[in-house]
C-alpha cells in the first residue's frame, strides 16, 4: 500500500473506528508492530476486490448502481527519526508535538512506553485528553440517550486502547509465597506488583488505563501488556551480547553470577500478540507478554559465547557494569531483573503460535542469523596468492585492518595459537566469577548442575598442544596445516571473516579437505535452487572452509629483484640468493597445467589477478583499491566503526581539499579573466576615445568651408529675416520669410557669374553657344515675329535683354 499522505496532511476532527495509531513506527517494537497491524489493510483490500467480482459476475447483465464509498482502514503514527517522511501502509506520519489532537480521531491506539521513556509523557497527555473526552461524550449520550439497551455504544463509535508497557513496574514485587519464592506471578496478581524506581511513571500510566477502563467500559476497551524483554531481529537490549559475542570478544560479561530469572519474549511473539489483541479485543484489564520458558540471565549469555563467540565469560559486580559504554540504564535494570512470571492469557485463552517453542539457549543459532540478516553483517574469505616480495603481507594486513578481518599467515599461526591458549589456561585456572566478591577457595566456577562442564578432554588436549608449541621444536607441515585449519574453522575466523596470506596452494586439498568437521546444513530452498552439475561439486571440500575471493598478484622478475635489492638493511631484510631461489621455485610450479590456482578454478572460484608494478607503492594502496572494489563496503559494526569513521573523515577531508583546490584555482581563473577583461576594455576605451578625437577633427577640418560659407552669405540674411519673422508674428512665417528674402535679393544674383556654380557653369555653355551664333552670322531680329507691337522703351529693354540671353 502507498502512502497517500504526507507529514503536513491533517486529518478532518472526526471519530474513525477504522483508523490505527501506533507510536514509534521506527522503533524495534514499532517495526514489527506496524508489519502485523497491516495484515488488516491487506486482508480487507483483498476481501473488497474479491466482492466487486462477484457482484460483477453475478449481475454482469443487471446495471449496477454504484456502491456508496467505504471508509477505508489506515495507520497514522510518529516516528523517532525526524528524516523519516513516508513509511510503506502508513497513510500519515505526524509530527510527536501535533499528535495529540490526531489520535482522538483514531478506533484503535498503541502506545509503546516500554522502551523510550519521552513516550511516558505521550501517553500521559493522551490520557488527560481521552478522559476529559469521554466524560463530555457520555454526559452528551446520557442526556440524548443515545446508547443502547445493553449500555454500550455502537461498534462504530466504540474505542480501543493497547498499552504497551514493561515487566519493570514488577521488579520490586514481593514473592507470593515466601518459601516458594520461584512461584510465579500470573496476570491476576496485577495488584500487587511494586515498581522499579526508575518506572514509577510507567507503573502511573498502567493505573490510568485501567482506571479508564473500568470507568469507560460501555465506550471504551482498554488494557495494559506488560512485555518482558524482547530479543530476536537487529535485537535491542540484547544487541551488546550478540555484537560482542559475534566480535569474538576475549570475555563476555555476566552481571553478578547470572542466576536471575528474566522474562524475555521474542518481538515476533509480541507483534502477533498485539494484532490478536486488535483483531479481538478481550475483556481484560492486564495481559502478561513474556515466554512460558524460565530463562535466567547466564542461560542467556553462555549459549551467545559458546556457539558464537569465544567461549570465556567473566562475572563480574553488577555496579561494574556502568563501566562499559555501551551497556546503558535499561539494559542494566533489564539485565538484573529477578522475575518469574507465567503468561496464562496469551497460552490458554488467545492459543498464541509461538515462533519458537524452544528454549533461548536451543534458538541461538537461528537468532545469529537474524542478527547478522539485520544488521547486515558478512564474512569476507580471502586468498593472497604471488610470488616471493610482491607485498602478499603488506595487502593482507591493509585489508584486514580495514574490513576487521582476522589475518592468518603460517609464520603467525604459532604465535597467535600459543597465545590464544595461554589466554584460555589462564582464565580456566583463575575461573569465571573470581572477580565477585565475598568468593570462598575455590567457589570459583558455577553450579554444575546448573551449567555445562568444559570438556576436560578439551582442556587437557589444549595443555598438550602449548607444551609443543613452547618446546622450540619446528612444528612440521601437516601440523602447521592442521593449525591453519583451527584457526580458519575458529568463531572469530567464521564471523568476522579471514585473509590467508603466504600458503603454498599447492596444498589446499588438504587445508580446504573436508576432513572429519561438518559443513553448514543446507535449507530445502538451498539444495532445491542447486543446479544438478554442481550437486557434487563441493563433495570433498569443506565449503565453509573456502574462500570468496583470491587474489593473484603479478608481477615480473625484474621486478621482483629489483624490489629485493631495494629492501633496507636490517634484520628483516632477504638475501638476494634466497629471493631468487624462492622465485625459481614459485615460477617452476607456477605452469599453467600444474598451477595450483586451478584448484579453485575448478571449484568456480575464479581468481581476481592484480598487477603489480610501482616500485613507489610501498603500501599497496593500488592492489587494495581493485581488492576492495571487487569486495564492496566494509561491515559496520562496533570495533570497525572507528577505522570505518577514520577512512571516511580521512576521504571526506581529501574530498573537500580537493573540491577546494578547485574552487580556489577557478577563483584564480575567473580573477584572471576579469583582469583581462577589465585590461581590454580600458585598451579599447582608449583607443574609441582616440578614434572619437580623430574623428571630429576629421569633421570639424571637414566642415570648415561650410560654416565659413554659411556665416559669410547665408547666416546675415537669414537672420535678419528670422528675427522679423519674430517680431511681426505673421499667420505665415514661412512665405514672409520666403518674400522678405526676395526682397533682399530682387535681381537674382544666384545666376550672376562667380555667386555660385551652378550659374557659372551655365553662364559658360551661353558663352560658348553665343560665340556659335556669330560664327554662323545669324539675324536674330529677323526672327522675332512682326505682329508683336511693343512700346518704344520696352521694345529696347526687351531687345537688350534678347542680346544679352539670346542663347536662351
Known amino acids: 500500500m502507498s502512502n497517500i499522505r504526507n507529514v503536513s496532511t491533517t486529518f478532518e476532527n472526526t471519530f474513525s473506528n477504522k483508523r490505527y495509531f501506533i507510536n514509534s513506527l521506527d522503533s524495534y517494537h514499532g517495526e514489527q508492530i506496524l508489519k502485523k497491524v ?44 525526524p528524516k523519516i517522511a513516508t513509511i510503506d501502509n502508513v497513510a500519515a506520519i505526524v509530527p510527536i508535538n ?12 498503541i502506545l509503546d512506553i516500554s522502551r ?22 457520555l454526559q452528551a449520550e446520557q442526556a440524548q440517550s443515545v446508547v443502547n439497551d445493553a449500555g454500550d455504544v455502537p461498534d462504530s463509535k466504540r474505542r480501543y486502547l493497547i498499552l504497551l508497557s514493561t515487566v519493570m513496574t514488577w521488579a520490586l514485587t514481593k514473592p507470593l509465597d515466601p518459601d516458594a519464592p520461584e512461584m510465579p506471578f500470573v ?10 524506581p526508575n518506572y514509577k511513571q510507567h507503573y502511573n500510566v498502567e493505573n490510568e488505563v485501567i482506571g479508564i477502563a473500568r470507568k469507560f467500559k460501555s465506550k471504551i476497551g482498554a488494557l495494559v501488556v506488560a512485555s518482558g524483554m524482547t530479543y530476536g531481529g537487529r535485537e535491542d537490549a540484547l544487541y551488546y551480547w550478540f555484537q560482542k559475542a559475534w566480535e569474538c570478544e576475549p570475555f563476555l560479561p555476566i552481571l553478578g553470577r547470572g542466576a536471575n530469572v528474566i522474562p524475555i519474549i521474542n518481538v515476533l511473539d509480541l507483534a502477533e500478540i498485539v494484532y490478536n489483541l486488535v483483531t479481538n479485543f478481550p475483556k481484560k484489564l492486564y495481559i502478561l507478554a513474556v515466554e512460558q520458558n524460565v530463562t535466567k540471565q ?34 542494566y535494570d533489564l539485565m538484573n531483573l529477578n522475575l518469574n512470571m507465567e503468561p496464562t492469557f496469551i497460552v490458554e485463552t488467545m492459543g498464541l503460535q509461538w515462533v519458537s517453542e524452544l528454549t533461548f539457549s536451543e534458538n541461538v543459532p537461528a537468532l545469529i542469523k537474524q542478527f547478522k540478516k539485520e544488521r547486515e553483517l558478512k564474512s569476507f574469505k580471502i586468498v593472497i596468492y604471488g610470488p616471493i616480495m610482491i607485498g602478499k603481507s603488506t595487502l593482507s594486513r591493509l585489508i584486514c585492518e580495514n574490513y576487521g578481518l582476522v589475518y592468518v599467515s603460517p609464520d603467525t599461526i604459532v604465535n597467535d595459537m600459543m597465545n590464544d591458549l595461554e589466554l584460555r589456561i589462564e582464565h580456566w585456572k583463575e575461573g569465571e566469577a573470581f572477580k565477585l566478591p565475598g568468593l570462598e577457595e575455590g567457589d570459583n566456577t558455577m553450579d554444575e548442575d546448573e551449567e555445562v562442564e568444559d570438556d576436560e578432554n578439551e582442556r587437557e588436549a589444549a595443555r598438550v598442544t602449548l607444551g609443543l608449541l613452547r618446546s622450540g621444536r619446528t612444528p612440521t607441515d601437516d601440523e602447521i596445516i592442521g593449525y591453519l585449519r583451527q584457526k580458519l574453522l575458529s568463531h572469530e575466523a567464521q564471523n568476522k571473516g579471514w585473509v590467508l596470506d603466504g600458503f603454498p596452494l599447492a596444498q589446499s586439498a588438504t587445508l580446504f579437505g573436508r576432513g572429519e568437521e561438518q559443513d553448514e546444513v543446507q535449507s530445502e530452498d538451498e539444495d532445491r535452487d542447486m543446479f544438478e552439475e554442481d550437486v557434487d561439486l563441493y563433495a570433498n571440500v569443506l565449503k565453509k572452509l ?82 576492495s572494489l571487487r569486495l564492496g563496503r566494509p561491515c559496520r559494526y562496533a570495533k570497525l566503526m572507528e577505522v570505518i569513521e577514520r577512512a571516511e573523515k580521512k576521504e571526506k577531508a581529501v574530498k573537500e581539499l580537493m573540491e577546494a583546490k578547485q574552487r580556489k584555482a577557478l577563483q584564480e581563473l575567473e580573477k584572471k579573466i576579469k583582469e ?23 569633421l570639424a577640418a571637414a566642415g570648415e568651408p561650410m560654416r565659413n560659407y554659411l556665416v559669410q552669405y547665408i547666416f546675415p540674411t537669414l537672420t535678419a529675416g528670422l528675427l522679423e519673422v519674430a517680431k511681426l508674428r505673421p499667420k505665415d512665417p514661412i512665405d514672409f520669410l520666403a518674400e522678405y528674402l526676395f526682397k533682399l535679393n530682387p535681381t537674382g544674383k544666384m545666376l550672376e557669374p562667380g555667386y555660385n556654380l551652378q550659374a557659372e557653369k551655365i553662364l559658360g555653355k551661353v558663352k560658348m553657344l553665343d560665340e556659335a551664333l556669330k560664327d554662323l552670322d545669324i539675324d536674330i531680329e529677323a526672327l522675332i515675329p512682326q505682329e508683336a507691337e511693343v512700346p518704344g522703351e520696352e521694345v ?10 539670346n542663347a536662351l
Not at 40 to 61: A, F, P, Y
Not at 98 to 109: F, I
Not at 187 to 196: I, L, N, P, S
Request: net charge negative.
Open 796 to 805: 529696347a529693354a526687351s531687345k537688350k535683354k534678347i542680346e544679352e540671353m
Open 298 to 331: 547466564r542461560q542467556i549469555i553462555k549459549p551467545l559465547g559458546r556457539i558464537v563467540g569465544s567461549g570465556m565469560f567473566k562475572c563480574i559486580p553488577p555496579e561494574e557494569a556502568f563501566l562499559i559504554p555501551e551497556i546503558d540504564q535499561r539494559m
Open 546 to 627: 573456502l574462500p570468496d575471493i583470491v587474489v593473484s598478484l603479478e608481477a615480473t622478475d625484474e621486478f621482483v629483484c629489483e624490489k629485493a635489492m631495494r629492501q633496507p638493511e636490517d634484520e628483516s631484510r632477504v638475501n638476494e640468493d634466497t629471493v631468487l631461489k624462492l622465485l625459481s621455485e614459485f615460477r617452476t610450479a607456477e605452469t599453467p597445467e600444474m598451477s595450483p590456482l586451478n584448484f579453485f578454478d575448478e571449484l568456480d572460484i575464479h581468481p581476481l589477478v592484480v598487477p603489480v608494478n610501482n616500485h613507489n607503492d610501498y603500501a599497496m594502496e593500488g592492489p587494495y583499491a581493485e581488492v
Open 116 to 137: 523510550d521513556t519521552q513516550q511516558v509523557k505521550l501517553a500521559s497527555d493522551y490520557l488527560k485528553l481521552l478522559k476529559d473526552l469521554l466524560e463530555k461524550e
Open 187 to 196: 496476570e491476576t496478581d496485577f495488584r500487587k506488583r511494586k515498581a522499579h
Open 98 to 109: 501535533e499528535c495529540l489532537p490526531q489520535m482522538l480521531t483514531c478506533g484503535t491506539v
Open 38 to 81: 497491516s495484515k488488516i489493510i491487506e486482508k480487507t483490500e483483498q476481501s473488497t476486490v474479491v466482492s466487486s467480482v462477484s457482484d460483477i459476475g453475478e449481475h454482469s447483465e443487471i446495471l449496477i448502481s454504484p456502491k456508496p464509498v467505504v471508509e477505508p482502514y489506515e495507520i497514522i503514527g510518529t516516528v523517532i527519526d
Open 676 to 698: 583581462e577583461k577589465e585590461e581590454k576594455m580600458e585598451y579599447w576605451s582608449e583607443l574609441y576615445g582616440l578614434m572619437r578625437e580623430e574623428e571630429e577633427m576629421a
